[in-house]
């Protein structure tokens, strides 16, 4: 820097510096210019404060402006443009006032950056002083003042005047058309945008983009793709923003063939190094549940390496998030939290761990998401050992009492089936958060301990928490679930006339879970009938499951009738309605029942359980023959069955679906994947020690039976969390009072 002895080439530098972004050459510059003695030369301090606003600096850019002996409107408005370019619109305004009451007058560069500013905050009243204080000053407005004029009130829904400002323009441009449309698609107006678009005489990117993203925004993702092929036949090259809305529109639609087709496109045009479009990409491919195809995206990402200096690499790689020094990765951050929550989301608890770990393994910043995604991943397949290895990393990063990782770490430990541990995190936080207290008491709620549940909501509405609609949904099925009824009917009550809260229809079916359950069949009739909202599938479902727990078969029918005229595709209520017809020994109607099942071309979901043992999960099916240990799991679970027998259990055949040979469903029963995986469990872990299996459907009624009686036989405590809820088998009981 020797060489940088005269104020021009200094300018320049600085100037360099900041559309490079490399502030760590910007500070040197700032300390060469100290040490030379120009520090005083105002044209340079100017320059200064401009390289770090370019640098997104705000802080250094505030002690510089600090610093200034002198600030003329040219300092002024550029700390006001940093403050609203950086989302700090607050900050921008302020300093306006402050400007003025040192007695700097604004210019029209002043007024366009508070313009946005208040356009930012979506604050009209400040947006409307602004511009009759622009009438009076009698200022030459030019079209960035009118764009941001536009754009204001099309933000803060006054489109009317927004398109007046627009019609009275003597020469808008594309921002001032694209603003119009932007506005136009933000206030609902589909057809005047679309109007608009057709009218103006140069479409750019920013008009496509403008077209595609205000029909997502609409939710009319159909009609936003449309837009995408004439683009391309206009000679409009896609930019990373149209690829990014473009591959949002098809995750939205969970459209694989549409996304993997933009793929194609991101490949041939180059943008496939593009750190966003990637993240796009993998958020794309996890939401249709194709998690392998991101992964894929996500590992030519890892493993790409930026071999070429930052400056080359950044001309090379348009846009600025793949903006990236030589030798890392164009993943970041967001690219591993994608993947690991792609893996959570599809229920592969295991690889979000690994992943996880190979992330700090390798360095890369974690903020509060991979942690809370990581948490997620192993509640949805309820692996303990591997969640608890996760909290001490918490601990160490110093997260452990955000408020959403607090969330997660309750919501694992409970959904892992160890409510104490739940509790234990939830105890630690600083309880001022409605989604925290809604995961311990839903968490209570799901292990059968309404009691608890109750005392925890009665405790947040004394923290002065207000309820949300999902915490009445917590409360309501620990109601259902422990058959208090008239507690249940005082929440429901209270959900709207203390709370303000419209019940929605889950709420609807926790009640007619709850009267029905407890054998209060017709009054459950009867309050769907008086129900304000029409029922649906699941409210017949509820219904219907209460008739077969007591056997109103009557009842059942009607509600079944109801219940398939919603063509539902949830294959657990055609089993219910098959199930009734088989236990009334109506053979007849349970096959036809399962005709209709075929008909509408719904598979009966395979039932499946896991346990995890020593850091890995042991995945069982019926009757399955495929774990290494199979002979020693078979040869134990006969053993245990002659011994249950000896004290008194009777396999309840009733619980296999199909007519088949009397002591062939014995078979069956003997070796549904529940009992796979607890005969596997009994075999290899301590005695005593507590056995904690998942199913993925409900628990058959005959296991439920055989488990209490194992529990008692092998003196451990075995904890069963199926799709509904948590079991507590222990000592020949269940926690659910074998209602369920
Ligand atoms: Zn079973
Ligand atoms: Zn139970």
New binding site residues.
């Given amino acids: 820097m020797k060489f940088l002895r005269d104020s021009y080439s200094l300018t320049r530098f600085l100037k360099n510096c900041g559309s490079a972004g490399s502030v760590e050459e910007g500070k040197n510059a700032h300390a060469h210019i100290i040490k030379v003695g120009f520090q005083q030369h105002f044209f340079l301090q100017n320059n200064i404060l401009h390289m770090y606003i370019k640098c997104r600096k705000m802080e250094f850019a505030r002690q510089m402006f600090d610093k200034m002996s002198q600030r003329d409107v040219v300092t002024w408005t550029s700390l006001i443009t940093g403050y609203t370019h950086n989302g700090h619109h607050e900050e921008a305004l302020q300093h306006f006032e402050q400007m003025q009451s040192e007695g700097v007058l604004p210019n029209k560069f002043t007024f366009a950056s508070v313009l946005k500013a208040c356009a930012g905050l979506t604050d009209l009243e400040r947006g409307k002083e602004i511009q009759d204080q622009i009438r009076k000053m009698e200022i030459e407005v030019d079209v960035a003042v009118e764009n941001a004029l536009i754009d204001l009130h099309a933000k803060c829904g006054n489109i009317e005047d927004a398109r007046q400002i627009y019609d009275k323009m003597f020469n808008p441009d594309k921002f001032s058309w694209n603003a119009m449309i932007a506005g136009y698609f933000g206030n609902g107006r589909l057809e005047e945008a679309k109007k608009l678009f057709y009218e103006i005489p140069e479409k750019d990117v920013v008009s496509w983009n403008a077209m595609i993203a205000g029909y997502a925004q609409n939710g009319m993702n159909e009609k936003a793709l449309q837009f995408v092929f004439p683009m391309r036949s206009a000679g409009i090259r896609m930019d990373q923003y149209s690829l990014c809305i473009t591959i949002g529109v098809c995750s939205a639609m969970g459209d694989l063939g549409k996304g993997k087709q933009v793929h194609g496109h991101v490949f041939r045009t180059g943008f496939d190094l593009n750190g966003v479009v990637g993240n796009a990409l993998v958020n794309m491919y996890s939401k249709c549940r194709s998690v392998d195809a991101a992964r894929l995206v996500f590992d030519r990402m890892t493993n790409f390496r930026f071999g070429l200096p930052t400056r080359m690499a950044v001309g090379f790689f348009r846009g600025e998030a793949s903006k990236t020094h030589s030798g890392e990765s164009i993943a970041n951050t967001v690219s591993w939290n994608a993947m690991i929550s792609g893996y959570a989301q599809d229920d592969q608890g295991e690889e979000a761990v690994k992943l996880f770990r190979r992330m700090l393994r390798e360095g890369v910043k974690v903020d509060l998401f991979p942690y809370a995604s990581t948490l997620k991943a192993c509640a949805s397949i309820a692996i303990l050992e591997q969640g608890k290895q996760v909290h001490p990393h918490i601990i160490k990063s110093g997260n452990e009492m955000a408020a959403f990782v607090g969330s997660s770490l309750v919501d694992m430990y409970a959904k892992c089936g160890s409510i104490d541990d739940a509790r234990k995190a939830f105890d630690k936080q600083s309880k001022n958060d409605v989604v925290l207290w809604t995961t311990i008491i839903t968490g209570y709620a799901q292990h059968g301990l309404g009691h608890q549940a109750i005392e925890l909501f009665q405790q947040m509405l004394q923290a002065g928490i207000k309820p949300n609609a999902i915490s009445f949904l917590g409360i309501l099925f620990a109601c259902s679930h422990c058959g208090l009824i008239d507690e249940g009917h005082h929440y429901f009550d209270s959900m709207s006339q203390e709370n303000g809260l419209i019940p929605e229809i889950e709420h609807y079916v926790c009640m007619v879970d709850l009267l029905g359950r407890s054998g209060r069949l017709d009054e459950a009739e009867e309050f769907i009938k008086k129900m304000p909202v029409k029922p649906n599938g699941a409210i017949w479902g509820a219904l219907l499951g209460a008739c077969r727990m007591h056997g109103n078969i009557e009842m059942g029918r009607r509600a079944a009738e109801c219940l398939l005229d919603f063509r539902s595709q949830d294959t657990g209520l055609y089993i219910l309605l098959s199930n009734l017809y088989s236990t009334a020994g109506r053979w007849a109607d349970a096959a036809k029942v399962r005709k209709m099942m075929e008909y509408r071309n719904l598979k009966k979901k395979p039932g499946y359980s896991w346990i995890e043992v020593r850091d890995k999960v042991h995945l069982f099916t019926v009757g399955d023959r495929s774990h290494p240990q199979t002979e020693e799991i078979y040869t134990f679970l006969e053993k245990l069955s002659m011994e249950m027998k000896q004290v008194g259990y009777v396999p309840d055949k009733n619980?296999v679906l199909h007519d088949v040979e009397e002591e062939q469903k014995e078979f069956l029963?003997g070796h549904?994947s529940?009992?796979l995986a607890i005969g596997f469990g009994l075999i290899s872990t301590p005695s005593g020690s507590t056995l904690r299996i998942t199913k993925n459907l409900r628990v058959?009624g005959?296991?439920h039976i055989a488990i209490k009686f194992i529990s008692k036989l092998v003196c451990r405590e075995i904890v069963l969390r199926d799709n509904r809820r948590f079991h507590h088998f222990k000592d020949g009981k269940c926690s659910c009072g074998d209602y369920w």
């Fill in positions: 619980f029963l549904h529940e009992k058959c005959d296991c």
